[in-house]
């Protein structure tokens, strides 16, 4: 009987094939976590595995990213005056600390006999990452001094608006790196900033405070356009009034198209521009718009909503654009 379990035993140790190295499913012993961030992955091919573990590894920055531009996204529609685009922050986030992460490394792959899966480990040094976030910091804070020397320089509301907007965008930036910085750095501390970043955006409010604004309208539905265009601006966080310093004027021509199978097409281009105190053109924006619906009233009434819907989403944005 003892002769029989170990025959047993022995062939199923043939075709057990070789373990799995520890940090498959376990600990990086030859990667301590008090130096390295690590990250794994497991595919079919060896390319895939190790595109994963890259990402696996990238987490640990990327998760803070997503939650940053979903709270920046979510205070927009609160209508606090902050006219800076979440997505873009988030992007040019991401480019930053795909900088930081290109000192990754692939330090192991295994494949698995019997799955035939591969399996790879990704590294990054904590002293490596802890110097490429200093660095991107360091860049922050050297664009965002820019970007406030600028806004004092300068003598058109909007002018200094978009600078200090830029202004928060790149502390924003800078508030993330540090989150993760103190995290890798073993002194917890990171690079304490130069700048309340809460400051900054109470002088930015403060500053769109100043800006007036007047509304006026032409074309199709000329009424229905001032009456938007006023709500529009009032979203974005502007001053609207008669006797304003800045006047924004929307334009609507809707072209009447074919009825098609019952249906009633209506074409719309939208154009809003802004004129400075001397009736100077500042900038203009232009949408192109397009509803239809089975009464012709109706599909009236639907053009005129997408145009008002499209300035509250966009006009402030718009607006700014045009002092870049």
């Known amino acids: ?29 030859d990667y301590p976590a008090e130096r390295y961030l690590t990250g794994r992955g497991e595919a079919d091919t060896a390319a895939q595995a190790r595109d994963r573990a890259r990402a696996d590894l990238a987490k640990t920055f990327e998760v803070r990213i997503e939650e940053q531009s979903l709270d920046r996204s979510s205070r927009q529609e609160t209508g606090d005056g902050l006219v800076i685009q979440s997505q873009e922050v988030a992007r040019e986030l991401q480019t930053r600390i795909d900088r930081v992460v290109r000192g990754v490394e692939i330090a192991a792959q295994w494949r698995d006999p019997q799955s035939g899966r ?7 040094s904590r002293a490596r990452a802890v110097h490429g976030l200093r660095d991107e910091i360091a860049a922050l804070d050297e664009a965002t001094e820019a970007y406030i020397s600028q806004a004092q320089a300068q003598t058109d509301l909007f002018a200094q608006l978009r600078a200090a907007a830029h202004s928060i965008a790149a502390q924003r930036q800078r508030e993330e790196l540090q989150r993760n910085l103190r995290v890798l750095d073993a002194t ?4 304490p900033p130069r700048w309340s970043l809460a400051r900054l955006e109470a002088d930015y409010d403060e500053l769109l405070l100043r800006v007036s604004v007047r509304p006026e309208s032409s074309g199709d539905y000329a009424r ?4 938007g265009l006023s709500a529009a601006l009032a979203h ?52 192109v718009l397009k509803e239809a619906a089975t ?30």
């Open 118 to 124: 591969h399996h790879a480990l990704a590294v990054l």
């Open 295 to 324: 009464d012709p009233a109706l599909a009236d009434r639907r053009i005129i909503e997408a145009a008002v819907a499209t300035l509250v989403d966009e006009l402030g944005a718009a607006i700014f654009s045009f002092t870049e």
């Open 236 to 287: 974005a966080g502007f001053t609207v009034t008669s006797a304003a310093q800045y006047t924004v004027f929307a334009r609507l021509d809707i072209e009447d198209l074919s009825p098609r199978d019952g249906w009633h097409w209506r074409n719309g281009v939208l154009e809003v521009s802004l004129r400075d105190e001397y009736g100077h053109s500042v900038g203009s924006r232009r949408w």
């Open 1 to 29: 009987m003892v002769i029989i379990v170990i025959v047993i035993q022995y062939g199923c140790a043939r075709h057990a094939g070789p373990a799995a190295p520890g940090w498959v499913y376990g600990t990086a012993e």
């Open 188 to 191: 917890g501390q990171g690079v």
């Open 224 to 227: 229905d356009m001032r009456e």
